[in-house]
């Protein structure tokens, strides 16, 4: 691995174990999207921006508020990288509250989906956004009414964002599938798979290459066709390089990881480093697109894509974690 590359994964490690002795009581995977972020900025975790930034959400929310759910301190790191947090904050809760009213219902999920509209789009496109985000979503549910729900909210939010026409779309979403659920066990992954792939600027040839990496990575003893990493294969998809070079910088990734503290198998599972390594492969080549070393254009929006992904992962991973706590109580 080239050195640039090589330091931004310990900036990564090191950005983890800052997050962690702050904050070790919260869920370990919120934990480490809270040190992407940064990491995705080429910045040093600012542990007290993000505890004074957690403070902020506090003083402005109520007790039983779901901006102090499981993905509080996402959200804290979000707000602690914008230079006006408590305008970022208070826009955020406005698009929550206008999202609740077209009958989004509250969740992790929808804070975050929030965060994204208020993050992405002047005020005066807020209803706007909130609108074409609630067609998205109920276009999706019409599709797939079982499938369909909180976990699509981030999604449906990026969707909202972008200039997508909302029937075609749709439409794509649903060929796609139609394409992508024989190979691939579960019809909720590949759904998420399918916002991805329309997101990234969708082309006829993106199932054929998601099925392409997917049998490359499993060559390789890797499988990212699995629950929490299948939608990473549709960001990497859109990556300008071979599926060889693609699959070789996520193995690295993940070789070189393990062997940082807090990466151990003991720490963390296969599933979600390789969810990790494939973002920061991705953050790897918008780089080099920017400095242009590499000629293809990519989607402006791939990081916004990758950390909607990885939040929503979190997010899902965090309740079933407090599920399980409290059934267990």
Known sequence: MKEPYTARLELFA?????????????????????ALLYTAENKIADDEAIRASYELIKDNTGSFSAFRGNSVISIAAM???????GTQLTNTMAVYELLKNVKFRASDYLVIAAYQIAANTAPEHFQRTVERTKAFYDGMKAKHRFLTGQDDYIFAAMLGLSDI??????????????????EFLSGNSVQALTQVLVLGGDSSESAFRVIALSDAFRDRGLRMDKEYTLSSLGVLSLLPGSKEN?????????????????????????????????????????DEVKSGVVSTVLSTSITNIVIAQQAASAAAAATAAAAAATSGN
């Open 165 to 182: 026409d909302v029937h075609s779309g749709v439409e794509r979403m649903e060929q796609l599938y139609a394409t992508l659920k024989p």
């Open 79 to 85: 707000l602690s990288l914008s230079a006006h947090k």
């Open 14 to 34: 090191e950005n983890s174990q800052r997050v962690k002795k702050v904050f070790v009581w919260k869920n370990p995977m919120v934990n480490r999207l809270s």
């Open 246 to 286: 693609i699959v070789n910088d996520v193995s690295e990734t993940y070789d070189f990881l393990r062997t940082k503290k807090g990466f151990g198998s003991w720490s963390i599972t296969k599933q979600e480093l390789l969810l990790l390594s494939a973002g920061l492969v991705a953050f790897k080549y918008v």
